[in-house]
């Protein structure tokens, strides 16, 4: 399958002010030739690539004209697949793309799987593993700051941290498999033997320092999932409008409006989030409301951090300690709200001994605000407070190469473990060979990442992800 010619449409379904029909492979120019008609008489198929070539798209059956088009030809090895690529760049609209490829089908190429232009950039070595995985992540950037995540793994920058613990590695295994091959002497000097097991520890001190940043790594690429808890009218969909900036949830004064779960992505601090308006926790006779209520306690559940809002005003009541017990085990931040009305209507110290922080101080996992929503009062201050839960006031997305994978970071855990466990044979005087095990299963975590050893059945699930046409 990897020397037929494929093609498939590039651009998003739907209408648009251009289409395009991507085709890859040894038949990608004989193929256009026969449906293009240059509106000059130039010799397109033997001239450079990297050209615009204005002309037709022509039904070579019928002779009908079929859209009006710029075409590219960028040819092999210096194109995103390492093949002959055309690009028949089109009108936008459904019927007339359908059109094209229908013809680029018919002359010989075949629809390309979803995914299969970016796999055969990788397979062709234009790409590793990483970076072809950076391409999705590019395009699904929900922030700026995701988009530089994307980048920096698509330019290399994970792949080339890799390649270092990779290659010392490589070197560690190569030292000690002469030692095996080679025994003039019994015993390993003590002198070699330090010097090795400091290399394993700095292999896997890397490894650790790579993990560190993993998950802010997995918000920037798929968001942080953001609950927003509370009784009825505390202000949770007054919240949710605020730090959307737009009037999305319906917001009234009869309690138990929001019955169902509202989700939206907003940009925070550049992180994306998740947010999820629940409907208030209360016991309740209405069937509908009731199902809300569940759906509620599940989303907690599932949620990476919980906001839960009191209401000043009404003061702390029964149900609102129920939340906060419910919010107990999770990442939260608490929001007084409504201090426009009654500044004193809720004191901190209450809820942080409700949240178990007693001592005064500020709760690691449950910081305390006081906020008025209606009045944007605090506002600022929550989003700082959420970007800090995030990162731990440490690093942010300009300073550090992230593992945003769950794949990338399976392996470097259990790159890490098998360095670890090295390190023991080697210090517990076991058989050279026991630690050569290790370093090889590490090595292999390593190529699992970029692709240097990757399995077919694992290559199948990542670029099932992709779109056709990429």
Same mark, same amino acid.
């Given at each position: 399958?990897?020397?037929?010619?494929?093609?498939?449409? %590039?651009?998003?379904?739907?209408?648009?002010?251009?289409?395009?029909? $991507?085709?890859?492979?040894?038949?990608?120019?004989?193929?256009?030739?026969?449906?293009?008609?240059?509106?000059?008489? #130039?010799?397109?198929?033997?001239?450079?690539?990297?050209?615009?070539?204005?002309?037709? =798209?022509?039904?070579?059956?019928?002779?009908?004209?079929?859209?009006?088009?710029?075409?590219?030809?960028?040819?092999?090895?210096?194109?995103?697949?390492?093949?002959?690529?055309?690009?028949?760049?089109?009108?936008?609209?459904?019927?007339?793309? *359908?059109?094209?490829?229908?013809?680029?089908?018919?002359?010989?190429?075949?629809?390309?799987?979803?995914?299969?232009?970016? #796999?055969?950039?990788?397979? +062709?070595?234009?790409?590793? !593993?990483?970076?072809?995985?950076?391409?999705?992540?590019?395009?699904?950037?929900?922030?700026?700051?995701?988009? @530089?995540?994307? !980048?920096?793994?698509?330019?290399?920058?994970?792949?080339?941290?890799?390649?270092?613990?990779?290659?010392?590695?490589?070197?560690?295994?190569?030292?000690?498999?002469?030692?095996?091959?080679?025994?003039?002497?019994?015993?390993?000097?003590?002198?070699?033997?330090?010097?090795?097991?400091?290399?394993?520890?700095?292999?896997?001190?890397?490894?650790?320092?790579?993990?560190?940043?993993?998950?802010?790594?997995?918000?920037? #690429?798929?968001?942080?999932?953001?609950?927003?808890?509370?009784?009825? +009218?505390?202000? @949770?969909?007054?919240?949710?409008?605020?730090?959307?900036?737009?009037?999305?949830?319906?917001?009234?004064?009869?309690?138990?409006?929001?019955?169902?779960?509202?989700?939206?992505?907003?940009?925070?601090?550049?992180?994306?989030? *998740?947010?999820?308006?629940?409907?208030?926790? #209360?016991?309740?006779?209405?069937? =509908?409301?009731?199902?809300?209520?569940?759906?509620? *306690?599940?989303?907690?559940?599932?949620?990476?951090?919980?906001?839960? &809002?009191?209401?000043?005003? %009404?003061?702390?009541?029964?149900?609102?300690?129920?939340?906060?017990?419910?919010?107990?085990? @999770?990442?939260?931040?608490?929001?007084?709200? @409504?201090?426009?009305?009654?500044?004193?209507?809720?004191?901190?110290?209450?809820?942080?001994?409700?949240?178990?922080?007693?001592?005064?101080?500020?709760?690691?996992?449950?910081?305390?605000?006081?906020?008025?929503?209606?009045?944007?009062?605090?506002?600022?201050?929550?989003?700082?407070?959420?970007?800090?839960?995030?990162?731990?006031?440490?690093?942010?997305?300009?300073?550090? &190469?992230? /593992?945003? +994978?769950?794949?990338?970071?399976?392996?470097?855990?259990?790159? $890490?473990?098998?360095?670890?466990?090295?390190?023991?044979?080697?210090?517990?005087?076991?058989?050279?060979?026991?630690?050569?095990?290790?370093? *090889? +299963?590490?090595?292999?975590?390593?190529?699992? /990442?970029?692709?240097?050893?990757?399995?077919?059945?694992?290559?199948?699930? /990542?670029?099932?992800?992709?779109?056709?046409?990429?």
């Amino acid at each position: 399958m990897l020397h037929d010619t494929i093609a498939a449409v %590039a651009t998003p379904p739907g209408e648009g002010g251009i289409g395009i029909i $991507r085709i890859s492979g040894p038949a990608a120019v004989d193929i256009a030739g026969g449906l293009f008609r240059p509106a000059a008489d #130039r010799d397109w198929r033997s001239g450079p690539g990297y050209r615009l070539y204005y002309g037709h =798209v022509v039904d070579p059956e019928t002779g009908d004209t079929v859209d009006e088009v710029l075409l590219s030809l960028m040819r092999a090895p210096r194109s995103y697949t390492r093949e002959d690529v055309v690009e028949i760049n089109g009108h936008g609209g459904i019927v007339p793309l *359908r059109r094209i490829l229908q013809l680029v089908l018919d002359s010989g190429a075949r629809l390309a799987e979803p995914g299969e232009f970016t #796999r055969r950039a990788f397979l +062709n070595g234009r790409l590793d !593993l990483v970076q072809a995985e950076a391409i999705l992540d590019v395009i699904r950037a929900r922030t700026g700051d995701s988009l @530089k995540v994307a !980048l920096g793994q698509l330019r290399g920058a994970l792949s080339e941290r890799i390649g270092t613990l990779r290659d010392a590695l490589l070197q560690v295994l190569a030292e000690i498999e002469a030692g095996i091959d080679f025994p003039e002497e019994e015993d390993v000097p003590e002198t070699l033997l330090e010097n090795l097991v400091g290399r394993l520890a700095a292999a896997e001190d890397g490894c650790a320092a790579l993990l560190t940043g993993a998950d802010a790594g997995r918000v920037y #690429r798929e968001g942080l999932g953001v609950a927003i808890v509370g009784k009825p +009218n505390v202000g @949770k969909s007054s919240l949710l409008n605020a730090l959307l900036r737009e009037s999305r949830a319906i917001v009234t004064e009869v309690p138990g409006t929001t019955r169902d779960v509202i989700e939206e992505t907003v940009n925070v601090r550049g992180l994306p989030l *998740r947010l999820l308006d629940t409907a208030g926790l #209360r016991e309740t006779e209405d069937a =509908v409301e009731r199902v809300g209520v569940a759906r509620t *306690r599940a989303v907690i559940g599932e949620a990476d951090l919980v906001l839960v &809002v009191l209401d000043a005003a %009404a003061g702390l009541r029964e149900e609102d300690r129920e939340v906060l017990a419910l919010a107990g085990g @999770k990442p939260s931040v608490v929001l007084i709200n @409504k201090i426009d009305l009654a500044p004193d209507g809720i004191e901190v110290a209450q809820v942080r001994a409700l949240t178990g922080d007693r001592d005064g101080g500020d709760a690691a996992d449950h910081p305390v605000l006081r906020v008025s929503i209606r009045e944007g009062r605090g506002l600022d201050e929550l989003e700082e407070t959420i970007a800090g839960l995030v990162f731990g006031g440490q690093i942010t997305g300009s300073q550090a &190469v992230f /593992i945003s +994978n769950v794949r990338h970071k399976t392996a470097l855990e259990r790159a $890490r473990r098998h360095l670890r466990e090295a390190r023991t044979a080697l210090t517990g005087g076991l058989p050279l060979e026991m630690a050569v095990i290790d370093i *090889r +299963n590490a090595l292999d975590a390593f190529g699992e /990442i970029t692709g240097v050893t990757v399995a077919d059945d694992l290559l199948e699930r /990542i670029f099932a992800d992709f779109c056709i046409g990429k």
